[in-house]
């Protein structure tokens, strides 16, 4: 889908690699500038990683004159730029937005922050679980009386952040095309994890959203968690349609039960809360699996990676892949009824240098 455009990926952590590797994932040409493993500066252990799948890679030393010129030649022949740095590095570095668009005005300059371009806290340090903390995402992300805790990276960096980056270097890039002139997308976590908090903040209309923790229909309700089973798995539940939800008490074996014919009565909840994780211990998750599989019930199991992989229906989709020996998901989304694609090898450090350097001019 993106053949013919080329990419440039500043070396970074986190959500910045996530995005450019999408982007490779759709097609691009993304060539990921990597730090020489000797400037003690690279983050991480050398070598290679699944977010550099698809990707050309050439080291660099950004404070090198020659390195700076063989890159803004490359910058010159480019659609796009992703960098992650804090505010500020990238114009310490001579590569800022104004500098690289005097070399290319079509260029769409991605930016990757927590805390975005400007504000008070644009200069500090944070991560995944700050920002999102600040946004108000995290707010209904556990159970009523427990800290709040989500998924690691998925609702800040991959959510707020890259996916966000991602629709932002899309349209830059189609307006490019269009219009001949680029622009600069900044792309922060606080805002886009906010930004998805609208659809939770759309039950506001209908009252089913609560300041309170434990008060609103995805927080609070016995139908709307999850449960520890006898064998020490957990099983999702999250029965929100009155059909649904009839399904839901009648796998259960409480059909007959008058409390659980009060969907909404949310001073039962707790105390159905309680007895609905008693009558889930009682049964292993793989007995309430073939109870509830292929039902409307929504109910199902919580599975590791490498469970989710070998279930059938993931297994059926190829949603899971296994390349030289590292589990990965395959990309994301497909078009049409294609099977999913197969990413691109993952480079090693520099695995492409000379190839770079002898195609743009050196």
């Known amino acids: 889908m993106l053949s013919g455009f080329r990419i440039i990926q500043i070396e970074g952590i986190g959500p910045g690699p996530f995005a450019a590797m999408m982007l490779a994932d759709l097609g691009a040409d993304v060539i990921v500038i990597h730090r020489k493993e000797n400037d003690g500066a690279s983050p991480g252990a050398p070598g290679r990683s699944i977010l550099d799948r698809g990707k050309r890679s050439i080291e660099l030393d950004l404070k090198d004159t020659d390195d700076i010129a063989l890159l803004k030649r490359m910058i010159a ?14 114009e310490r570095l001579g590569l800022g937005p104004e500098v690289c668009h ?16 400007d504000g008070p806290l644009a200069r500090v340090a944070g991560h995944d679980m700050n920002y ?28 707020g952040g ?17 219009t001949g002139k680029g622009t600069v997308v900044d792309a922060a976590i606080v805002d886009g994890s906010a930004h998805m908090m609208n659809l939770l903040m759309s039950l506001n209309a ?22 520890r089973t006898s064998d020490g798995g957990f099983i999702s539940v999250q029965a929100l349609e009155p059909k649904f939800y009839a399904l839901f008490v009648d796998g259960i074996g409480v ?28 049964k292993t998750l793989s007995e309430w699996t073939k109870i ?7 109910v199902g199991p919580v599975l590791t990676p490498q ?48 190839d770079i350097r002898a195609e743009f001019g050196e």
Not at 162 to 178: D, H
């Open 255 to 282: 059909a007959d039960d008058p409390r659980y014919k009060r969907q909404h009565d949310k001073k039962l909840w707790p105390e159905l809360c309680e007895r609905t994780a008693e009558i889930f211990a009682g």
């Open 292 to 298: 509830f599989d292929g039902t409307d019930a929504c």
């Open 162 to 178: 890259a996916l966000y980056l991602v629709v932002g270097m899309l349209a830059g890039l189609i307006s490019a095309r269009t």
């Open 77 to 90: 022949k480019s659609d796009g730029l992703i960098e992650g740095f804090r505010p500020g590095v990238m």
């Open 307 to 354: 469970g989710s992989s070998e279930y059938p229906h993931m297994a059926a989709r190829g949603t899971w892949q296994s390349i030289d020996g590292l589990l990965q998901a395959a990309p994301a989304p497909r078009f049409g009824s294609a099977a999913p694609k197969t990413p691109g090898p993952i480079p090693q450090r520099g695995q492409h240098s000379a």
């Open 102 to 117: 005097d070399i290319n005005p079509k260029l769409v300059y991605g930016r990757m922050t927590g805390w975005g371009q």
């Open 206 to 227: 209908v009252g089913g959203l609560s300041p309170e923790r434990g008060k609103s229909l995805l927080d609070g309700p016995h139908w709307s968690r999850t449960y």
């Open 132 to 159: 999102i903390g600040l946004s108000g995402a995290l707010w209904y992300s556990s159970l009523p009386g427990d800290p709040p805790m989500a998924p690691a990276t998925l609702v800040g960096d991959i959510g």
